[in-house]
């Protein structure tokens, strides 16, 4: 900004014109204006965002004291105007928070954008300058420099003016900045964060406090003093807030406990000065926790999205770290699947909220709030490598800690080792296979309660993981896969093709005539098409190639074999049957396709061929042991592609192999396709063949040009 007095515009012009251009010339991007104090004043009245950026105008060279006078006269106008301007200020904090994120916990934070970034420190000191509201006068500005330290450090990697923390840029941040790796940066990161964002959290909160409210005038003169209600274990209520009474003892062993249980349960917050005191008094519980401890941080952890305020208060402030030491493994720790939206540490508590919906349908409410709390433990050991397994025995010691018996940390030892097996069998086996009932029953060890505790966890986990992990197609394979096991376990029969995938009437009129059928089904968040036709190799292909040849975007799919006739059930984005093509028109292609005409398939195969050698990361593809007596199981992982199914199903065919059923899965870009293979006429494939498929697969995944199939 050029601030000059008025008048002579000609030569305040010409000023201008050799200050930006030279810049310019240069490169540099530049925001600009030409202004005289008093336009100064206008435009900060008329913008929000411009009356905050203001108040930091400061002299770079010329006239210091013309600058002091507009600066000056800039404060008076905003502290004239504050309660005025003070609702559109709270206003942009809450939609920049729903936009941009909060920086402590994304894996790509915004710095500048998004909670406890840059703008916030903005709107501190925006706070500050209305005289309304104090700002923290500790604890900020080194988070604020080194947040500054990274953006530098951004900018000089990429080569570019990125405000945003890229998964892609942050080995090359770490590594200019000296940390050991890019754990230490993103926790850095996630800590600075969270100090700035809470410091916002606070001043805001008083600033909130202050705004008018509807008074009633009284000429009763009245003493003022404060109102507050008190509350059980020493512990009083004041203006939305708990605190300590004043002859209630910081150090007693429980009251920090019984004020975040009190906080959480009234959605209320913890009051500062009683956070600061629990911080510098507050002990360690002494192993194991008696009932009055553990039901209080039960009660905490029941109260739903309550517990999320209250629980940052205590885990920044280091209280619940010095009770369940073991919380520091994963404090601030970044997750490397970008399916997760949140740290573990953050995730791990979001779980806990997301339980509260299922607390009324298990037997052991307490059990499963612990399981969820510590379900993710073992990503802070040995590199978060087989996280389930290392997190188990540390889950346990963690609830014998808080004094629950070897029974109950048996349960939550096994929730905890098993977290992912309902998801993973759910989504990637077969649901009309025994093996893959087998190997769920032995999950929760034949024991429905178990088996209820689990599904309540992973559904848990998938919603506080993010939008892409709780589907609603994810949930109904998993509740499929559930309900028919919870049968099994009390002892109902199990249908051979008791799944909701697999439409018997459909199946069986394609049995009869021989004609193909396909129906439309409207689901939340997109359609499935249910495909039915007399099953032969190759049909998998050909089908999954007619779909793209037709735009349509193939996410998910469950294919299924009954009496001879495949009944596939496949998952698009569109959401509406104006988006598909005519059904009974792709009735007629997959005849056509049956008979030998596959030129509607040209521009897939034309497509497949340009993708050759294109795919940029090698394909995971494996045999899985186990999954099935009856069937060859295996696993394809590759980024996902138009085409790749298509080429999949080509890879199959080319080895006369059967795909007895499949089931197909997209995350964050990724395809996680399960086959079950057979011979044509049904029976196990030998290891050689399996061998084979498995190398036509690895070809065709990597869109290379597939081996010579075995004779």
Not at 141 to 153: F, G, I, K, N, S
Not at 683 to 708: G, I, N
């Amino acid at each position: 900004m050029l601030v000059h007095a008025g008048g002579q515009q000609a030569a305040v012009n010409g000023l201008a014109e050799k200050l930006w251009y030279p810049l310019w010339d240069a490169g540099v991007k530049l925001d600009h204006s030409v202004r005289t104090p008093a336009e100064c004043a206008e435009v900060a009245g008329r913008e929000l965002s411009a009356g905050v950026g203001l108040l930091d105008l400061r002299v770079i060279a010329g006239d210091a004291e013309l600058v002091a006078g507009a600066r000056s006269a800039l404060l008076g106008s905003w502290r004239n105007n504050a309660r005025k301007r003070l609702p559109e200020l709270l206003s942009s904090l809450d939609e920049r928070l729903a936009l941009a994120g909060d920086a402590a916990y994304l894996l790509e934070p915004d710095l500048k954008e998004a909670r406890g970034g840059f703008r916030d420190m903005t709107m501190l000191r925006a706070l500050a300058a209305t005289w309304l509201t104090d700002r923290p006068h500790s604890g900020v500005e080194e988070p604020y420099d080194r947040l500054l330290d990274v953006r530098d450090a951004l900018h000089v990697t990429s080569g570019r003016a990125l405000d945003r923390l890229l998964a892609g840029e942050v080995a090359d941040v770490a590594d200019l900045l000296g940390f050991a790796d890019t754990d230490a940066l993103r926790r850095e990161v996630s800590m600075a964060a969270r100090r700035i964002g809470q410091a916002v959290y606070l001043t805001s909160r008083a600033a909130r406090q202050v705004l008018p409210q509807r008074r009633v005038l009284s000429f009763v003169r009245r003493e003022r003093r404060p109102e507050f209600s008190r509350a059980d274990h020493g512990l009083i209520v004041h203006a939305g807030e708990v605190g300590l009474d004043k002859d209630t003892d910081p150090r007693g062993p429980y009251v920090g406990l019984q004020a975040g249980a009190l906080a959480a349960e009234r959605g209320l917050l913890l009051s500062p000065v009683t956070v600061a005191n629990l911080t510098t008094h507050a002990p360690a519980i002494p192993a194991p926790w008696p009932d009055e401890a553990r039901e209080a941080l039960l009660r905490m952890l029941a109260a739903g999205e309550n517990v999320l305020p209250v629980w940052e208060d205590l885990d920044l402030s280091g209280i619940v770290a010095r009770w369940l030491p073991a919380w520091e493994l994963i404090s601030a720790r970044p997750q490397h699947n970008p399916v997760h939206i949140y740290t573990v540490d953050r995730h791990s508590i979001q779980t806990v909220v997301e339980a509260h919906r299922g607390l009324t349908q298990v037997e052991r409410p307490d059990l499963l709030l612990l399981a969820c709390l510590f379900h993710d433990i073992g990503k802070g050991a040995n590199g978060g490598v087989a996280h389930a397994a290392v997190g188990a025995p540390i889950a346990r010691d963690l609830v014998e800690q808080l004094g629950l018996g070897a029974d109950d940390a048996d349960v939550v030892e096994r929730l905890v080792r098993e977290h992912l097996t309902l998801v993973e069998l759910a989504t990637r086996r077969d649901h009309t296979d025994p093996a893959t009932h087998e190997a769920l029953v032995k999950a929760v060890d034949g024991r429905t309660e178990i088996l209820n505790l689990l599904r309540r966890l992973t559904e848990a986990d998938a919603r506080a993981a993010g939008p892409a992990a709780w589907t609603p197609w994810r949930a109904q394979l998993i509740n499929d896969l559930a309900n028919q096991v919870e049968g099994l376990l009390v002892g109902e029969p199990l249908d051979p093709h008791g799944t909701e995938f697999v439409d018997l009437g459909l199946a069986r009129s394609v049995g009869l005539d021989g004609v193909p059928r396909i129906r439309l089904e409207t689901k939340p968040g997109g359609s499935q098409l249910l495909c039915a036709a007399t099953d032969r190799l190759g049909l998998f292909s050909d089908t999954a190639g007619l779909l793209v040849a037709h735009g349509i975007s193939v996410r998910s799919a469950v294919l299924h074999t009954v009496e001879g006739v495949s009944v596939n059930t496949w998952r698009t984005d569109k959401v509406s049957a104006k988006e598909l093509p005519d059904l009974a028109f792709l009735v007629k292609e997959l005849q056509r396709l049956e008979a030998g005409d596959r030129s509607m398939l040209a521009g897939v195969q034309r497509r497949e061929a340009r993708a050759q050698n294109a795919v940029a990361s090698e394909p995971h593809v494996a045999v899985v042991p186990d999954a099935s007596g009856t069937a060859a199981v295996i696993e394809v992982r590759t980024a996902d592609r138009a085409g790749l199914l298509y080429a999949l199903g080509q890879a199959v065919t080319a080895e006369q192999l059967s795909i007895r059923s499949a089931h197909v899965a997209t995350l964050a870009g990724q395809a996680i396709d399960t086959f079950y293979l057979t011979e044509p006429d049904g029976s196990l494939p030998s290891t050689d063949r399996t061998a084979a498929a498995v190398r036509s697969l690895t070809a065709a995944a990597a869109a290379r040009r597939a081996p010579t199939p075995t004779p």
